[in-house]
């Protein structure tokens, strides 16, 4: 349509943004807000901030585009933004995602593998995915029950419970 519609993905609730499209996202140091922003023109940009668990939204005008009372790199876009090589830490801090190089020179299906591990026993781990060029941008569920990733692929799931770890 004519407005950007966001589906949350641990409720499918949606929320319509008063932006006809987005070309910057940002988000809070703890994943609780986001920032959308459309820059096309940045002396008139609009701007939303959506808070994460409960879908509300708050306009950040051009004048003030970036909230000062919620934590945040808030000039740069969450892309940008590299998860380290194992610091994707889930909501209630019970999984961890990690980025392991391969030993040899490349993987046979890539150069990158997401992992998942238990958070404080990273003896248990689980290889998610394997990929080549950028890593993806990862999120979790707010109940750590699946691991969200986008990459060049698309956007893909993977349920996430401590059975598969043994």
């Known amino acids: 349509g004519d407005r ?5 993905i641990d409720t499918d609730e949606t929320v ?3 932006l006809r499209e987005f070309t ?3 988000a809070s140091y703890d994943g609780a807000h986001v920032l959308f922003r ?5 002396a008139t940009g609009e701007g ?3 808070r994460v668990d409960t879908l509300e939204t708050r306009s950040m005008p ?5 909230p000062t009372d919620v934590a945040g790199d808030w000039e740069t876009e969450s892309w940008l933004t590299s998860p380290g090589s194992c610091d994707g830490i889930s909501p209630n801090a019970r999984y961890i995602t990690c980025f392991q190089n391969p030993a040899l020179a490349t993987y046979l299906a890539g150069d990158w593998e997401l992992q998942v591990r238990v958070y404080g026993d990273s003896d248990q781990m689980e290889p998610i995915y394997r990929g080549t060029g950028l890593r993806p ?3 979790w569920s707010m109940d750590d029950s699946r691991l969200y990733f986008e990459n060049e692929e698309g956007i893909w799931v993977a349920p996430v419970s401590d059975d598969v770890f043994g």
């Open 4 to 8: 950007v519609e966001l589906t949350s």
């Open 16 to 18: 319509t943004l008063p």
């Open 24 to 26: 910057f996202v940002s």
């Open 38 to 42: 459309d820059s096309h023109d940045p």
């Open 48 to 50: 939303v901030l959506v």
């Open 62 to 66: 051009a004048d003030a585009p970036y």
């Open 137 to 139: 941008w990862i999120g």
